[in-house]
């Protein structure tokens, strides 16, 4: 890096307090320089952000920061506060996938801010070698979205999302890094700062300095455009070239046979220029990104019946048998991995079910005709839907993490669910050393613990959300009004009894109505 471009820059060997300069991390922007720096007492790198905005700052001598002119000095301090508030807010946050502030201090007539250094490489290095497939896609994203959920809850927002922002670990465990508050809140009084916005990332909200229509939805169109240059190979055009007529391609059709449709949806929902039309939480945009489309069937023309206002008996009873096969279908994808068990009885009943249709479709053939003949192609069809799911069933058994991700990838929506659902605590050992399944805060074995649900326990309840974390599941149980948080679902079963009571109890309440 030559001396003119960093000429504002503390020189290496720079004893900074207790920290020694080391190098410059990145390439300086135009609100601040992020320095490599050894810690001398802990004899650990760290790396240290220095608050110096080029447009009305700058260093004179070997360390101190000057303000250019006197009506710069307004600014100056505003950001600087700004600079601090971010920093004690950022102190606050205690997520993996967070950048960790472990000080902040002020010197040289400016302000650092002291962060754990990350081993790795940043994402827009990865994208230079190409596209990157779904599953390695969603192990970056999904925590970032965890985390993005935390900042959010607090009412603070990252505002500078994009590939440079966010680091991989040397372990592929992704971090949020340099948020972008300050710089805008500098914006907002002063024009003169250089890259208020990153174009591509910002949305269009985001090039107003005196809108006030920030909020969650700013975050995810970013997000979104950096999923976007992953699936596409390049970034969105700037926001405010997609106003008049919008170049950009749909992700729909860019990445159309190569990931999930719900996924690219989720994309080109992130995407709109309207906050308005965007998802208004994290939580709305995740359960979009990992939801397949509900499935539909299309009535053949031949098969549609004019002025008949009240299906026959033979069409309720296929109507009611598919409408069983639906909630069964729902249910197993919703537990997304869970372990079933006394399925073989499960399958009789639809057995006999499929059995019943078929013989009242032969006792009424001769009144139906054609239409019964084709009624009998559409219950073989279903009668295959069913052996294919027992062989799902049948692998399930065994918890195989590859059929685990199969099923994941072909669940329906979960919201068409109202029943609560229960699970059983299984597999723990006698001589495990918690004597129980340990619940955590955050999906992942190294996060906090929250309690231990005993082994063997029996109709703990289960929220239906969980994620994908460490090349396992997680599941998110409610055992009582002190232990609720996430837990491996490979020790997890759904309570089939106690359930089928509750599926059958609400059918019944379905057809008084």
């Given amino acids: 890096m030559d001396d003119l471009e960093h000429r504002n820059s503390l020189p290496k ?108 490489e940043c994402l827009t290095e990865r994208l230079k070698r190409g596209i990157i497939p779904e599953e390695e896609l969603l192990s970056i994203v999904l925590p970032l979205l965890d985390g993005l959920e935390q900042i959010h809850a607090a009412g603070f927002l990252h505002r500078d999302i994009k590939p440079n922002n966010i680091y991989i670990r040397e372990d592929n465990t992704p971090v949020l890094l340099d948020f972008g508050s300050a710089r ?40 979104g455009a950096v999923m976007y240059f992953a699936v596409s190979g390049e970034a969105p055009p700037p926001a405010t070239r997609r106003v008049m007529k919008d170049p950009m391609q749909p992700a729909a059709s860019i990445g159309k046979g190569r990931y999930r449709r719900s996924l690219l949806s989720a994309i080109d929902w992130a995407l709109e220029l309207n906050e308005d039309r965007r998802p208004r939480t994290v939580e709305q945009w995740r359960d979009r990104l990992m939801a397949e489309p509900p499935l539909s069937v299309e009535v053949p023309e031949h098969l549609k019946v004019v002025g008949i206002t009240r299906p026959s008996l033979w069409a309720r009873s296929l109507c009611s048998f598919a409408a069983v096969g639906s909630l069964i279908l729902l249910l197993l994808l919703a537990g997304l991995g869970i372990a079933f068990v006394n399925q073989n009885q499960e399958m009789q009943k639809h057995e006999q079910a499929l059995k019943a249709a078929q013989q009242q479709l032969v006792e009424e053939q001769h009144t139906y005709g054609q239409y019964a003949i084709n009624l009998e192609e559409a219950l073989a069809k279903e009668e295959k839907r069913l052996k294919d799911m027992q062989k799902l069933i049948d692998k399930l058994k065994h918890f195989e993490p590859e059929v685990v991700k199969e099923l994941t990838k072909n669940h329906t929506i979960r919201e068409n669910i109202s029943l609560p659902l229960y699970v059983d605590i299984i597999n723990i050992r006698d001589d495990d050393k918690d004597g129980g399944l340990v619940v955590r805060e955050f999906p992942g074995s190294t996060n906090k613990r929250l309690g231990v649900i005993p082994k063997d326990t029996h109709c703990v309840k289960y929220t239906r959300k969980s994620r994908l974390q460490d090349n396992s599941w997680w599941s998110y149980l409610e055992y009582n009004d002190t232990i609720k948080g996430w837990v491996n679902s490979g020790y997890i079963r759904l309570d089939v009894d106690n359930l089928c009571e509750k599926v059958t109890a609400h059918r019944t309440q379905e057809t008084e109505q």
């Fill in 184 to 223: 805008y809140a500098i914006g907002q009084i002063s024009r003169s700062v250089t890259s208020i916005v990153s174009p591509g990332y910002a949305p269009l909200e985001q090039y107003d300095n005196e809108a006030e229509e920030q909020g969650p939805w700013t975050d995810i169109y970013a997000l």
């Fill in 13 to 120: 060997g720079f004893q900074l307090n207790e920290y020694r300069i080391e190098s410059i991390l990145g390439k300086p922007g135009g609100f601040g320089i992020t320095y490599l720096a050894t810690d001398t007492n802990l004899d650990q790198y760290v790396a240290i952000k220095e608050y110096l905005p080029s447009d009305f700052a700058i260093r004179e001598g070997v360390s101190t920061v000057y303000v250019k002119s006197s009506s710069d000095a307004e600014s100056f301090h505003w950001g600087l506060k700004c600079f601090t508030d971010e920093a004690r807010v950022l102190a606050r946050f205690s997520h993996p996938n967070i950048v960790s502030v472990l000080r902040f201090f002020q010197e040289n007539n400016t302000a650092y801010m002291v962060m754990e250094y990350q081993e790795g």
